[in-house]
Each structure stands twice: as C-alpha cells, then as structure tokens.
C-alpha cells in the first residue's frame, strides 16, 4: 500500500478535508485509507485538533477518544504537536500496534516485536520507551479513569520533531543487588515457613487457588499482574501479613512446586521461587528512555 503517514498537523488538517465522509451514518466517519476499514479512521474536535483513531473505545465518546487513541495531532499558540499512546494496561493489540507504524510521520518508526512488552518509537537513531497507559474502566458509569497517562509527546519544529514530554522508567535486567540483598533472608525465611505449613494443607491448597487469587484481584492465572511491587515487598516484610499464604500458595503453583496438586518442592523450586518473587516484587533497576 505504500507509506500512509502523515507528517504535519496541515497534512491531517488537509486528508480529512479531502475524504468523503461515509454515507448512512450518524456521525462523521471520514476513513484513513480504504473505506471498507472506517474504523481506522480521522475525527475532527476542532480546528486546531485531530484524532487518528484505530476504533478502540470509540463507544465511549469523542472525549475520552482524547484520552485513549493512538495518535493525536494538536495545534496550540507556541507550535504543532503529536502525541502517541499505546495500549492500555497490560493487553496487546496487534492493530494497533500496525496502525501507530503505519501512521506516524516519516522518518519515526515503532518497534513493537524485538522485545515483548517493551516498545519504542525511533527517531532519528534515537529509542523514546513508550509503554502502555493504565486505566480503569467503569461499565455502569461509562466513565475512563486514567492511573498513569503514559505517552509520548513531540513538537514539529522546521520540519522535524524534538521530544517535549518527561522520559519514562523502563525496567532493566540488571539486578538492583541492594535491594535483592536486603530481601533475601526475609524469603529464605518465608520459604522455611512454606515448607512447614503447606504440606499441611494438602490438596485444599490447590482446590483453593481461585479464592487466594481473588486477594490480589484477579484470576489465579494471572496474579502476578495484579499485584504490586509494593504489595510483594510488605508481605516479605511481615510475617503476619494477610496475603502472606495467598502468595506462598499462588507461587508454588507457579513455580510448580507440586505433586498431585499437593505441595512438594522440587531442587530447584527455592531458585524459581527466588526469580518470581525477584520479578513480582520489582527487584531491577530502572532507567529513563
């Protein structure tokens, strides 16, 4: 299809003057490129602004289409901005992920498949971290809660673009050995106290994995995304916390330290256990980009 960028708020300002706005709908609805693909498409807010949507959460309104879309063009007294978003929280779009690369200005690219989780916008040889914004969504009020706006913001200066907006924390894979020192006796002696007590419980401990999942609020699938480093770190800290067993069955069934759905370590379950926790608790530096 050839490059379908867009390179300045008068090109988005020209290409939706241009388009014929699809006939039978109730809103204006003017396509990026082919129309039988509308929900790719440019939404006008006013003059000095414009939307590339993607078609993600356009039944919540044009408002918080502001919030949530992908590219945003806005022309303000002091110059022309883009800001990009990607994803929100921890779900992957593969569409919108294409769509970010097939609709930012030439010469800027997104790299979204060398390394899971962490993507970049390059320009310029120059690697800007964009991860995904967190939000909360509530059904019944039809209301965004944005928890952190995480974006990226450039400004068009003579026909390139200087970032303007704060760098963003990228976590490393270089261990933060202060911290990981100072915790280290407090798991050895959570896990002494796992090897005690679980075996007690049986294959109850199993059997009960949705109802200590449902602490951290979440499905036991997916626990370690909706905990928090903070969270990890206060119930290592107390002996008498009231997670203190969630986290000790949850992370065996994770590091499968069972047998017949009954606790039973295996050599190298305190090592799984000890990177998990190492993971979850957010024990590696990080860095701006």
Do not use: C
């Amino acid at each position: 299809m050839g490059y379908r960028g867009l390179n300045s708020f008068d090109e988005v300002a020209k290409r939706y003057s241009e388009i014929k706005p699809i006939r039978g709908r109730k809103e204006d609805t003017r396509p990026l490129n082919e129309r039988r693909y509308a929900w790719n498409r440019i939404i006008k807010v006013d003059d000095n602004k414009y939307i590339l949507s993607d078609g993600h959460y356009t039944w919540w309104g044009q408002d918080m289409l502001e919030n949530v879309s992908p590219i945003i063009w806005e022309r303000k007294e002091d110059g022309d901005y883009i800001t990009i978003r990607n994803n929100m929280n921890d779900s992957s779009a593969v569409s919108r992920y294409q769509f970010i690369s097939d609709y930012l200005p030439l010469g800027m690219s997104f790299d979204w498949y060398n390394v899971p989780g962490k993507h970049f916008v390059k320009y310029k040889d120059q690697e800007h971290y964009l991860p995904k914004y967190k939000g909360k969504f509530d059904y019944n009020n039809k209301t965004l809660t944005i928890e952190k706006d995480n974006k990226l913001v450039f400004k068009h200066v003579d026909g390139g673009f200087i970032r303007v907006n704060e760098l963003q924390p990228i976590k490393t894979r270089r261990l933060d050995k202060d911290l990981d020192k100072e915790y280290s006796k407090k798991l050895i002696a959570m896990w002494e106290w796992m090897q005690v007590v679980l075996p007690i419980l049986g294959e109850t401990m199993y059997e009960s994995r949705t109802t200590y999942a449902d602490s951290f609020g979440g499905s036991y699938w997916y626990w370690t995304k909706r905990t928090t480093p903070e969270e990890i770190r206060e119930i290592l800290n107390d002996e008498e916390h009231p997670k203190r067993m969630a986290l000790a069955v949850l992370a065996s069934i994770e590091v499968d330290a069972m047998n017949d759905k009954r606790f039973e370590p295996k050599t190298d379950s305190y090592k799984k256990l000890r990177m998990l926790v190492r993971r979850v608790g957010d024990f590696y530096k990080t860095e701006l980009a």
